[in-house]
């Protein structure tokens, strides 16, 4: 069940809208000086030690942290509202309205410099996601007590990886963001782990590996994240297709989000 719901919970945060968009050049120019600052070679090591997973609490250069706050006010009224009973309630606004209310996440979304980067994280070619995937970075909304979403991966039902970056953005709130490690490995035991991730902080990790949950919202609390996903194949099966679209047109953006666009090829479980 789903519907299009202004959140409860007030945004108090400054806005950007006076300042002026960046332009796809100084976006690299950015973060190629904060990625430049971060020892990748440990971080790539760290990254593979705990089977495809890193966490980096202070990622973002602090102004653009700010303009994804006010990205988020700009949004609130297209946000559309799920509920599956016993696995998640939350809200979701898709890239296809990111596009219209909020085009710098798209900019930093196709950053050449941020690419780059995760590819040396992990190793893999990435691409990103084909433009009808409402999934390739949306913001996900937690307003009213009791919004969760309960254990699963990030599944990927295209013919390749599918990695997941998640953005912290507002977190006034108690949830937690709750994992296994290397799960799908079974010479190594499973090894839980917790973030609570803050504005700014950065979760990596390859989707179809790492089982996690984000543990309920409390009372006059909000939690807001941004999450990107890259490919290593854009290409879908249309069983597969079939399948993806159904999720996300339940589970996340709604059907008229999902089948805007004949042939959508959509995201994560």
Request: charged fraction near 25%; glycine fraction near 6%.
């Amino acid at each position: 069940m789903s519907d299009t719901a202004t959140p409860d919970n007030t945004l108090t945060q400054p806005a950007h809208a006076s300042v002026a968009r960046p332009s796809k050049r100084d976006i690299d120019a950015t973060l190629n000086a904060r990625l430049a600052a971060l020892q990748a070679p440990k971080l790539r090591d760290e990254y593979g030690e705990q089977g495809a997973f890193l966490y980096i609490e202070d990622f973002l250069p602090r102004d653009y942290t700010e303009r994804l706050i006010a990205a988020v006010r700009d949004v609130m009224p297209a946000v559309n509202r799920n509920y599956l009973p016993g696995h998640k309630a939350g809200g979701s606004v898709s890239r296809h309205t990111l596009d219209k209310l909020a085009p710098f996440i798209a900019d930093l979304y196709r950053s050449e410099a941020l690419i780059k980067w995760l590819e040396t994280i992990t190793g893999d070619k990435l691409q990103l996601s084909p433009e009808d995937d409402p999934h390739a970075y949306a913001l996900y909304f937690y307003t009213r007590p009791g919004d969760h979403i309960g254990w699963h991966y990030d599944t990927s039902y295209y013919e390749g990886r599918r990695y997941t970056l998640l953005l912290g953005v507002i977190d006034d709130s108690s949830c937690a963001l709750e994992y296994e490690l290397h799960t799908r490995t079974p010479e190594i035991p499973d090894q839980p782990g917790s973030v609570q991730y803050p504005p700014g902080a950065f979760v990596l990790f390859d989707g179809d590996k790492l089982r996690h949950r984000v543990t309920p919202l409390g009372e006059n609390e909000m939690r807001v994240s941004l999450t990107f996903e890259y490919v290593t194949n854009p290409n879908m099966r249309p069983f597969q297709r079939f399948i993806s679209n159904m999720k996300d047109s339940i589970a996340y953006f709604g059907f008229r989000q999902v089948f805007r666009r004949k042939g959508g090829k959509n995201g994560p479980a």
